[in-house]
Nanobody, 116 residues
Framework: QVQLVESGGGLVQPGGSLRLSCAAS????????MGWYRQSPGKQRELVAS???????NYADSVTGRFTISRDNAKNTVYLQMNSLKPEDTAVYYC??????????WGQGTQVTVSS
């Protein structure tokens, strides 16, 4: 089993910044990748950013240049730094762990609201 605890969501004005954190624990050996996804009402869950075991990153076109995914191996934590936030970034953000053996695990989600 893998446990994921997300934090850092909240209400921010357009143009502001937030940093999301996802701390992983449990059977996290042999992880393949971790990522952030988001889902807003009436829409499908979509990939925001991901980072592989080797450190390669991938971003959705809509967040490229504004969001940065990073990880702290010592803390088993992945971060999503979100800058220049827009109202369309409003969504529930979910952390996902993909293990080579364990399969996929999801966090509980954290709400991000961008509004003036």
């Amino acid at each position: 089993q893998v446990q994921l605890v997300e934090s850092g969501g909240g209400l921010v004005q357009p143009g502001g910044s937030l940093r999301l954190s996802c701390a992983a624990s449990g059977n996290i050996f042999s992880f393949a990748a971790m990522g952030w996804y988001r889902q807003s009402p009436g829409k499908q869950r979509e990939l925001v950013a991901s980072i592989t075991r080797g450190g390669s990153t991938n971003y959705a076109d809509s967040v490229t240049g504004r969001f940065t995914i990073s990880r702290d191996n010592a803390k088993n934590t992945v971060y999503l730094q979100m800058n220049s936030l827009k109202p369309e970034d409003t969504a529930v953000y979910y952390c996902k762990f993909t293990g080579l053996v364990q399969g996929d695990y999801w966090g509980q989600g954290t709400q991000v609201t961008v509004s003036s």
